[in-house]
């Protein structure tokens, strides 16, 4: 079936197979191996990504849903130059990171969350569910925590 992903602004005209996951094209088709495939039953969270703005489980989600719609990868956080988003460099200020292996699902979950409302961070239940919402293996939790209230601190200042 013949789609077009809009991923991180980028187009990618497509000829797919209709039971294909969300996952699987990106990181194949797409070349976008920052979304990770943990347990493919939509628990852990690693392969979260942004569609529409909605944080959702691309291993849980077909490409041809997605056909025409915004997709954003964690490989699309950074700015044009590079630079890394407030959160990103919030989690390597804070060690929320070890494997990395979840990372990129924290920051896509995190991320979706911050835009739809940058007032979270002083909202410890929003952050505790935003946090429980993904495994992580290594961190025990509270470095990613503090990244995200971190994160949501330093985009408040700058938009007052």
């Known amino acids: 079936m013949k789609i077009t992903l809009n991923v991180n602004g980028q187009d990618y005209a497509l000829d797919v197979e209709p039971r294909r996951i969300l996952a699987d094209v990106l ?6 191996t ?11 969270g690693a392969c ?11 291993c849980l989600m077909l490409a041809v849903q997605c056909d025409g ?6 490989e699309g956080l950074a700015d044009p130059d590079g630079e890394p988003s407030a959160l990103q460099k ?6 929320a990171l070890q494997c990395g292996f979840c990372t990129a699902g924290f920051l896509m979950v995190a991320t979706g969350e911050l835009e739809a409302d940058p007032s979270i961070a002083d909202d410890e239940k929003r952050i ?3 946090v429980s919402s993904n495994v992580c293996r290594c961190t025990g939790y509270e470095p990613i925590r503090r990244a995200i209230t971190r994160a949501a601190r ?7």
């Open 27 to 32: 990181r194949d088709d797409c070349r976008l």
């Open 34 to 44: 920052g979304t990770h495939l943990g347990c493919e039953h939509g628990v852990c």
């Open 48 to 58: 979260s990504v942004l569609v529409g703005g909605e944080s959702l489980r691309a």
């Open 69 to 74: 719609k915004a997709i954003r990868t964690v």
């Open 90 to 95: 919030a989690f390597s200020a804070e060690r």
């Open 128 to 130: 505790n569910d935003i």
């Open 154 to 160: 330093e985009q408040r200042k700058s938009t007052s």
